[in-house]
């Protein structure tokens, strides 16, 4: 009977435990999460704030009982604090656990902010990684009524958020560090910043906090003007965290696997570490490249579980390989949505294709969009894209399929896509941009 | 200097005079349309009627003064009588054309329908075929304000007025001969069934409308239940006739130029019909079969302009391929949406994995929803695709790029899609139709 162990209990770690069940109905499967929480639905953390979801109960992935069913034995409150992977065993302080395989999720950790730290326990400075914290957010606001919040980061979760506390009535000041809001090109931020500043979120970009200071009744935020190097301060009813997050990969690191250049850990296409048995996966790994070249470090949740239950299966004698990674992303921003797929740091001597789309149209669906496309070559084979507007995170998936077939920009005017007024553009934004590949000479229609 | 003359001022037409036009500055182009109108967009008319587009000049896709620019000679109310292929002439009348290159775009007819023939002027019976007919549709609407209406088809037009009419407060029945709306697969036509049913909607499958007499002050329809063979009649204050379209071949048929099987003319892949210089696109021709077999039947708008665009390339010098049809569609239905992709026809031994989604999510676009995929075996070649849902448009055009690229639904499991609570399922259709595979005991990881 083989000894299963799984540490940490988020999607990674929880698809694994069940996908290793599926494929062998005897193993004895433990899952060791050093919180209170388990099969959280992190993602949704915004939206219970906002009070779109209403049950607490429905942020869990899986119930206790499905749990039972499937024999896992979930222990939580249980922090692994060594592993021996030469001894085959993880250790929680004094007492210690045999394992045949062992599945390491730790997951990821928040940036540090350069943070006064006797204000550590101010009540309304908030960070967003559990669903105690979540309370803690709701809680405040209920009983506070902040005015003012300063969101420290514009990456997506910084948005989402900035959009939660704008509808709960906040007046929200995004600091940014970058030039544009989650790593998007100039056309696709210059449509998102345009429509935070419609809705009342000021944005300051290019703005680095240097010192959070939440000792007195409002917390003053101390930030540079990295343009003009000047240095100012403002005050604030509440801050919001959301400094982005890196690699949690101690316990693995101290084990002796190997890390890439994120700090995140290596594993190769079945989710294997450098340590024999030892899997791997969720936001502290780095994943094998679809292009070939350096590895990636793409945390979210739908990478974090469909890699989790590749390593579930090989730990269980399956011999799986994990999907490539597109880095496809999608945020809801006030009644737009903003979404990319592939990796800026390809982008670097990528040719972009521009396609407007006016927003004079009478259905919603066909609102103003920003259509970017990045190839090899103007029309070759594509790297990534961005989108803004009613419908970019579905154009996103499209443009992750493409990716995965190795399009060309080209390709796309063999699309056969939808049209029908109400829901989409007569000429859509994936023809509209082979068009423009061919306009600047390449042609090239393939069969 | 060559003389381009085209047939026809629809989308078909329309885009193969502009599209001549680029690619020959100096090329006389004449287009000869029969009625007064030109470019129209067929497919806004019902919510032209519905007040959701409100002006009737959006409805026309390209200015009189953009045709000026493009030196396109427009004559409206010109109509084609007979085309001489050997002299490369076309007579309207007593009047006669001579081209060096045709192209024929006479697009479709309804079907006919069995009508009591001193009725057909009988103001509330309706077609929608032109501009002119929603103006009259819109102006009984007001005048008359009808109260119960027959829609006699439930194809997607029928489906789309169905709601149009429901809206302006009608009471509305639908009369459909098959057994499943728009030809859907039997899960995906109980969803909208359902819907359509909540909404007010009566729906009467397998009734075949055997007389419409319009010649008192209700419309009387016949109608025969084909299941039971029973015979019965009911009174509407207004008719709206959907029986769908069949191909207006006539003039090209009389040329002399080959007919498939549905009447449609056959062309090449290049837009050609079987007489030289001769090219024909839109609802009146049969397209190649992307799978190699039968011709198709194909009578969309977007379908339209694409081939209106190769033969326009083609006729001005280009040897431009046309894209295949995977027969795309979308319709919106109230609050949810129906899509089809894939030919109906192809799916006679197909195997068909069903995915349900339940509707107990607090976000819109993750309300209750059916994905059905058909592929060659369980899990393999996918050959089409049907949705139901508030995503459906997005789904099908996510399944026509992959009908496009020949995937296996097993392929599905590859694929990088994006979560984010309020846009998307964690577990995405396509995710979920490969898993469903995958349990059939079929598996194959691809790279």
């Known amino acids: ?77 249980s922090r692994v604090t060594s592993i ?53 957010i709701k809680t405040a606001l209920d009983r506070f009524r902040p005015h003012s919040v300063a969101v420290v980061g514009g990456g997506y979760l910084g948005l989402e958020m900035a959009e939660v506390l704008t509808q709960r009535g906040c007046r929200v000041t995004v600091f940014h560090r970058q030039a544009t809001l989650m790593r998007l090109l100039p056309a696709a931020h210059q449509a998102i910043f345009s429509l935070l500043l419609e809705r009342g979120v000021t944005v300051r970009l290019e703005s680095e906090v240097k010192l959070i200071d939440p000792s007195s009744r409002r917390a003053t935020v101390e930030f540079q003007d990295l343009s003009s190097g000047q240095r100012r301060s403002e005050g604030f009813d509440a801050i919001f965290l959301a400094p ?36 791997a996966a969720g936001d502290g790994v780095e994943l094998p490249n679809p292009y070939g070249g350096k590895t990636r470090y793409v945390p979210l949740a739908t990478t974090a579980a469909r890699w989790g239950r590749v390593c579930g299966e090989n730990a269980v004698g399956g011999s799986l390989r994990g999907p490539a990674p597109w880095g496809g992303l999608a945020v809801r921003l006030f009644d737009s949505q903003v979404a990319s797929v592939g990796h800026p740091e390809d982008w670097s001597r990528a040719e972009e294709i521009s396609v407007e789309l006016g927003g004079n149209s009478p259905f919603p669906a066909r609102g103003r969009s920003v259509a970017l496309f990045l190839s090899e070559a103007r029309g070759g084979r594509l790297l990534g894209a961005q989108f803004v507007g009613p419908q970019a995170a579905a154009w996103a998936d499209l443009a992750s399929l493409a990716l995965q077939k190795d399009m060309t920009v080209s390709d796309f005017s063999e699309l056969d896509l939808n049209y029908t007024p109400p829901l989409s553009h007569l000429w859509h934004p994936f023809l509209l941009a082979a068009r423009l590949a061919e306009k600047f000479g390449r042609r090239e229609v393939r069969r």
Chains 1, 2 share one sequence.
Request: charged share 20%.
């Open 244 to 279: 982005g997050v890196v690699p949690e990969a101690e316990l693995l690191s101290r084990a002796g696997a190997r890390l890439g250049p994120s700090g995140g850990v290596v594993i190769d296409s079945r989710g294997q570490t450098s340590l024999s048995g030892i899997y």
């Open 84 to 136: 021996e992977p030469a001894a085959r065993r993880v250790h929680l302080g004094h007492q210690s656990i045999d394992f045949d395989r062992l599945i390491v999720s730790t997951g990821s950790r928040s940036r540090t902010v350069p943070l006064i730290s006797q204000g550590t326990d101010w009540p309304r400075l908030w960070t967003l990684r559990s669903q105690a914290e979540a309370e803690v």
């Open 1 to 77: 009977m083989r000894k299963i162990v799984v540490i940490g209990a988020g999607a990674a770690g929880m698809a694994a435990a069940t996908r290793a069940r599926r494929f062998d109905s005897q193993a004895q499967i433990t899952v060791l999460e050093g919180s209170g929480e388990y099969s959280r639905g992190t993602c949704s953390l915004p939206y219970y704030i906002a009070g779109e979801i209403d049950s607490a109960r429905s942020l869990v992935g899986i119930s206790p009982q499905t749990l039972a069913e499937m024999r896992i034995d979930l222990r939580l409150g």
